[in-house]
């Protein structure tokens, strides 16, 4: 159910604007690995390419390319719609669709892709709410609205939503940003039992989150403002933190800059 | 004030200079009298604005009710009736303009929710948006008299056909078209893009996301301007005078040349003189299409409200 990512020299663009430039990473099948660095050095931008979520924005583009084992996700004839069934992504802020309740929620992958046996749907429901640990809060209100939730139930519902339709690969795009601590604990909990059976790429400011999750980082930075981000360098996390090879690195985490 | 810059509260001017103590007096008399006058002319001009309104309301209820409260007002047409006798009822002009409201909401609610989806969904900030977006809005300033010449000239002049009740429906398409669409375009870019995204993220397509989450996102936002739209045109009545010929018998055929409806009903009624039984029937007739309109408004509303998940 996991799968290695390798991107290869990868360029992204936003029409005239070149946000990343030259990124060669290999992401590994059932570890989590985070990417960090200061705001606008193209970590979210890089992070969309891998399930070619980024050219949603009109006017963007990518050179490069990005294989999931093996399969180059950018070739020609490649249906953008069929990567993302494979490689699901949970947003920055929860975002479930406010016309369907709980259940509705986490099933809306399946059904929009045309399961309709009931009995298939209420048993992938159960097992996706279970593994976002949000089952039993909300096992009595399944038929409520999903924005009645509080925002870290929230953001375990789109949780449970993404891998309600079982992907390969999970991207989470700053998860915790907009939750408290204690709801960020119960999502890095969950990421840590997601990886047993996913490959997780996950995007965070925080320092200490990437820290704890995370199995492997990789350190992108910007030259200035209006320069393409980079990928700076990328390894194990605890060689990152403790040893980076860079200077830039180091002054990244020991908080001098960004 | 003083020169410090260490705090707000020391240099803005309004608590007063760090050395004098605080004051939490009430407002002077000026600024009392001030905001006493200010409040009075908000609270004057809002009931001046509501004596029109409640006027027109009373007066149509008090003379209408009579009539309106009676079941043959609603099952009895008017054929043979003068305005001296007593009697008969809306029936055929309530068939009419229903039946007219009706085929014109079958034109206009696909047309109008199906551009509107064009241009917020698929077409969003391109040129051709741009101007399909001008033309609407010049369609929505068109009086309703010339929709209905425009509809005179192609329908009657040049395709030869005859008067009818879809000759009225098609003119009021062109004015209701503008308010859905205008609308349906409003409330799609209401739904937040992050909804989008978390569909494409399932690998949903796009048609299906359009179609399965924005719609519904936007459900009671659309219903209620597509009712509005329709409250809008049933009230019309330069397209009724110039394109069918008022019928005081039932009639439900909409390509014949003559159909009863509540605002030719009014007007045809309009220089009966008091206290003839017409004269009632006129103001009821006027009752009566408030009442459809209204009726609309509750039901757009409920419709939203249906629709509405619980949250707790």
Same mark, same amino acid.
């Given at each position: ?258 | ?6 705090? +707000? /509260?020391?240099?803005? %001017?309004?608590? $007063? ?7 939490? &007096?009430?407002?002077?008399?000026? #600024? ?74 079958? +034109? /206009?609610?696909?047309? %109008?929710?199906? $551009? ?7 077409? &969003?900030?391109?040129?051709?948006? #741009? ?182």
């Amino acid at each position: 159910m996991a799968k290695r990512i390798d991107a290869r020299n990868v360029d992204i663009y936003y029409g005239a604007f070149h946000a990343v430039q030259d990124v060669s990473l290999t992401v590994e099948p059932r570890t989590v690995t985070a990417f960090i660095g200061p705001s606008g050095c193209g970590k979210s931008t890089f992070l969309r390419t891998l399930n070619r979520m980024h050219e949603v924005i009109p006017g963007a583009y990518v050179k490069g390319s990005v294989t999931l084992d093996g399969t180059d996700l950018y070739a020609a004839g490649v249906d953008p719609v069929a990567v993302r069934r494979v490689v699901g992504m949970v947003f920055q802020r929860p975002n479930p669709f406010p016309s369907m309740s709980i259940f509705d929620n986490v099933a809306s992958g399946l059904r929009l892709n045309g399961v309709k046996n009931k009995g298939v749907l209420s048993e992938a429901v159960e097992r996706s709410l279970m593994a976002a640990n949000l089952w039993n809060e909300v096992k009595d209100r399944l038929g409520r609205a999903g924005m009645g939730l509080s925002g870290g139930q929230q953001q375990r519902l789109c949780i449970a939503r993404a891998i309600a339709v079982e992907p390969q690969v999970l991207l989470m795009d700053e998860p915790c940003s907009a939750l408290d601590p204690i709801s960020t604990l119960a999502i890095e909990d969950l990421i840590n039992e997601l990886k047993e059976s996913y490959t997780v790429v996950i995007v965070t400011h925080n320092m200490q989150q990437a820290a704890r999750v995370s199995d492997r980082t990789a350190f992108f930075n910007l030259a200035a403002q209006g320069k393409p981000g980079r990928l700076i360098e990328a390894g194990p996390t605890d060689l990152i933190f403790s040893n980076p090879t860079e200077k830039a690195t180091e002054d990244y985490i020991t908080g001098r800059f960004g | 004030m003083t020169s410090s810059s260490t705090g +707000v /509260a020391s240099g803005n %001017g309004l608590s $007063g200079s760090a050395d004098t103590p605080l004051s939490f &007096r009430k407002p002077s008399g000026s #600024r009392t009298l001030k905001n006493g006058l200010a409040t009075a002319y908000a609270v004057v001009a809002t009931i001046l604005a509501l004596i029109p309104l409640v006027w027109v309301l009373w007066t149509v209820v008090s003379k209408g009710a009579r009539l309106v409260l009676t079941s043959s007002w609603w099952l009895e047409s008017q054929r043979g009736l003068t305005p001296r006798r007593e009697g008969g009822g809306a029936y055929h002009a309530i068939v009419g303009t229903l039946e007219i409201g009706l085929v014109c909401a079958v +034109v /206009a609610v696909p047309l %109008g929710v199906l $551009g509107a989806i064009f241009l917020v969904e698929y077409a &969003r900030g391109t040129k051709s948006a #741009r101007a399909v977006s001008f033309t609407v809005d010049i369609l929505s300033g068109i009086p309703s008299i010339v929709a209905a010449l425009f509809v005179y000239a192609l329908v009657i002049t040049i395709l030869g056909l005859g008067r009818s009740a879809i000759a009225v429906s098609l003119a009021l398409v062109l004015l209701m078209l503008p308010v859905v669409l205008r609308s349906t375009e409003e409330m799609l870019k209401l739904v937040p893009d992050s909804l989008r995204e978390a569909s494409y993220a399932l690998g949903v397509p796009k048609w299906k996301t359009v179609l399965r989450v924005v719609m519904p996102t936007a459900f009671g936002g659309i219903s209620t301007g597509v009712m509005l739209g329709l409250a809008r045109v049933m009230g019309e009545t330069a397209p009724l005078l110039i394109l069918v010929s008022y019928a005081m018998g039932i009639n439900f055929s909409p390509t014949s040349s003559t159909m009863g409806s509540l605002p030719t009903m009014i007007n045809a009624g309009r220089d009966v003189a008091p206290g003839l039984p017409g004269y009632d029937r006129t103001w009821a007739a006027a009752l009566t299409l408030i009442i459809i309109v209204m009726l609309l408004n509750l039901v757009a509303r409920g419709i939203s409200r249906a629709t509405k998940l619980k949250e707790k």
